[in-house]
């Protein structure tokens, strides 16, 4: 009978050691018995680490390889590597190819392909091949809150690790500067998605050190930013000819050159959105508070942070929402969403990176915090976890469940999942 899996069921089989145990041998006639399976391991070299094994008579301590045919061992490179020479025992689904370690010694090699039972093989391939928006739609209402509780916490710390590993190397480039580094995270999510990567843009080719001379002087400022995002020559007005005036000089002075125009996008925005409204929002923020990040550390409360976030643009844009267009009188203010954008994608972030360069757990679970007392977040994949009766009470939760189906539901991992591998036993 022909057969379908990933090589992720085999580990796991192997990892809840879920296959015949009867009589266990190697493919060369030695007798097996698993004392312990080892640990799985998400990094390079060997699948499951200091595993403890006994072969006859000898208790081997070492790792555990897992493939779906012993041929891989050879295709992969293995018989190469010594990353690989200390694998005591050879896991494959079918064997074949007699596969060595370096010094040509045969590798012991035990072969589960009449060790698991068929019905096993049946339940996850109706787990993994089914067009459901996630693997599990059909099956996820009977699995115990609890078990999706504590997954949804594991998906929480997990995304803010996989942020920290993007954020971390960025603060290299930028000689450690905590800083910098916020005001280019502060830019690229007042940008939103349509616009981020302009915004960045913009951060980037303006010198930070430019930026903080001349916070002070809050007009100087906005001239500087928005001059530089070539956003000031539509206007007609006595204030986009003042700015534009004083971008040419600080442009002159500092060797500046402005972006190109069609870098930013107007379509289909709300007038809140417009890059030159947010620029001017951005300048007002840089103007009240500097360096910005170690007053993000010392906040205890999130009113303290949202009131550190909010912005409102400068007088000049109470009438406007983009340079030189009149528009109906009102203050133009960072909105409570906005600001909560803010806070999940660049404050917690940044308090949970800081926390894992400084190796304190204050930070870590600081950042887990204030996420718990974010309300949730509304988009079209939150309903359809709502609609599966996943708990949802705040945006640990949401942020958790993006992540979960970004990195394990479109990917299929099923079976390193809680809730897959609860549908699985």
């Known amino acids: 009978m022909f057969v379908s899996f990933k090589e992720d069921f085999l580990h796991y089989i192997w990892r809840f050691q879920k296959y015949n145990h009867h009589d266990l041998n190697t493919t060369t006639g030695n007798n097996i018995t698993i004392i312990h399976p080892g640990y799985h391991n998400d990094n390079a070299g060997p699948d499951f680490l200091n595993a403890r094994i006994k072969i006859d008579e000898n208790l081997w301590a070492g790792h555990v390889e897992i493939h779906k045919h012993s041929s ?12 690989y020479d200390n694998v005591i025992l050879h896991v494959v689904y079918q ?10 010694k045969r590798i012991p090699t035990l072969v589960l392909n009449h060790r698991i ?6 339940k996850y391939q109706k787990l993994i091949f089914n067009p459901n928006w996630i693997p599990c739609a059909s099956k996820i209402n009977a699995v115990d809150q609890i078990i999706k509780s504590f997954w949804l916490t594991r998906m929480t710390t997990e995304r803010l690790e996989e942020k920290t590993k993007r954020i971390l190397p960025n603060l290299s480039l930028l000689q450690n500067d905590w800083d910098r580094l916020t005001y280019y995270l502060i830019a690229q999510y007042f940008g939103l998605k349509v616009n981020g990567d302009a915004f960045r843009r913009l951060f980037e080719s303006i010198p930070f050190e430019v930026i903080l001379k001349n916070r002070d002087n809050l007009k100087t400022l906005e001239a500087i930013l928005l001059g530089h995002a070539n956003l000031l020559l539509d206007g007609k007005d006595q204030y986009s000819i003042d700015l534009q005036m004083e971008y040419n000089f600080q442009a002159k002075k500092h060797g500046l050159y402005h972006m190109l125009k069609h ?12 890059p030159g409204l947010r620029i001017a929002q951005l300048a007002q923020l840089i103007h009240r508070e500097g360096r910005i990040f170690q007053k993000i550390l010392e906040t205890s409360t999130l009113d303290e942070l949202r009131s550190l976030f909010s912005s409102t643009a400068s007088e000049y844009w109470n009438q406007h929402y983009r340079i030189g267009k009149l528009s109906n009188p009102s203050p ?13 994608n660049v404050a917690v972030p940044l308090i949970f990176s800081y926390g894992i360069k400084t ?3 204050f930070y870590k679970e600081k950042a887990i915090k204030f996420l718990e007392l974010i309300p949730a977040e509304e988009n079209k994949i939150i309903t359809k976890w709502k609609q599966a009766e996943i708990p949802i009470k705040n945006a640990a939760n949401t942020q958790a469940l993006l992540y979960l189906k970004k990195s394990y539901c479109d990917n299929f991992k099923c079976l390193n999942c809680a809730i897959g591998a609860k549908i699985m036993s």
């Open 72 to 83: 891989e061992w050879k295709q992969h490179n293995h018989h190469l590597d010594p990353a």
């Open 95 to 104: 064997d074949d190819k007699p596969v060595t370690y370096r010094n040509k």
């Open 117 to 122: 039972h068929i019905n096993k093989i049946n």
């Open 263 to 274: 870098e930013w996008k107007f379509s289909r925005m709300r007038p809140s959105n417009f």
């Open 332 to 344: 133009k203010k960072i909105g409570a969403k906005t600001l909560d954008i803010l806070i999940i």
């Open 359 to 361: 190796c304190n757990s």
